[in-house]
């Protein structure tokens, strides 16, 4: 199959729609967590806008109006930023809801917070200082959010538990995504995949750099909004829930 068949033509704006369902799934079922996603979602949607470095290097999807072939920029790629920045934050918080607390004073003036500020942007620097290695500008990506999340454990070493956790959750709605693109349209990904520039082993006939992505992107955003708001989960409303399945009064 090639770009111009038909049944393309709409597959990258369902599939970043599809994520939009999760994402108010969640919205709906947690209220405690709409701040956290409408917050992270709107920080993430401007991404999308970094689509004309990943287009044709990365991949060359068809998309609405043509967009993404006459400018490298796509509706689509804003749409799947928005909704993926809202369920990467809470990926781990909706499996272990435990209530949220200010990070006290005296914690703040740690020395490893001196570092706040300079963990948060890591993956924003790191991402720039690669891009004029020419690599496929996926590594670098993927590099910066992986820095970016051991970064976040230096500064906060209570926040590993988001990270990791966190990474692995989204990786596994991540790969169920990409399972389906595979399953419902046949032929997508080796058509608009630039797989001659990527590694060649591909697990379930998956890109492993999407592999990779997803679980660095969910093990950054994953703690991003405890870091960014200085925020900590309850230790003692934690072992409450641990022991007894429930929040105590």
């Known amino acids: 199959m090639t770009l111009t068949d038909a049944s393309f033509r709409y597959a990258w704006l369902l599939w970043a729609t599809g994520f939009l369902l999760p994402w108010a799934l969640l919205f709906i079922a947690w209220p405690a967590q709409r701040r956290p996603m409408l917050w992270a979602s709107a920080l993430t949607a401007p991404f999308g806008l970094s689509e004309p470095l990943f287009v044709p290097a990365y991949w060359n999807p068809p ?7 006459r400018s490298g920029f796509d509706i689509e790629s804003l749409v799947f930023c928005f909704a993926i920045g809202g369920l ?3 990926s781990y918080d909706v ?3 435990v209530p949220l607390k200010r990070l006290d004073h005296h914690a703040r003036l740690s020395p490893r917070h001196r570092w706040h500020l300079l963990a948060l942007a890591s993956p924003f620097f790191i991402f ?8 496929n500008p996926i590594y670098p990506g993927i590099l910066a959010m992986f820095s970016g999340a051991a ?14 956790f966190g990474g692995g959750v989204f990786l596994v709605l991540y790969t169920a995504f990409l399972l389906g693109l595979k399953w419902l349209w046949p032929g997508y990904i080796e058509a608009v995949w630039n797989l001659g520039a990527l590694l060649a082993w591909r697990p379930a006939g998956l890109p492993l750099e999407e592999l990779l992505f997803g679980s660095a992107f969910g093990m950054y955003w994953s703690s ?4 960014v708001t200085w925020r900590q989960r309850d230790a003692v409303k934690r072992r409450r829930i641990m022991g007894h399945g429930r929040v105590s009064p």
């Open 88 to 90: 990467g934050v809470v």
């Open 95 to 97: 499996l272990t809801p």
């Open 151 to 164: 970064a976040t454990v230096l500064c906060r070493p209570d926040l590993w538990r988001n990270i990791l």
């Open 224 to 227: 991003v909004y405890e870091h």
């Open 128 to 135: 720039s200082g690669l891009l004029p290695l020419r690599w």
């Open 63 to 69: 998309s609405l109006f043509d967009l993404a072939q």
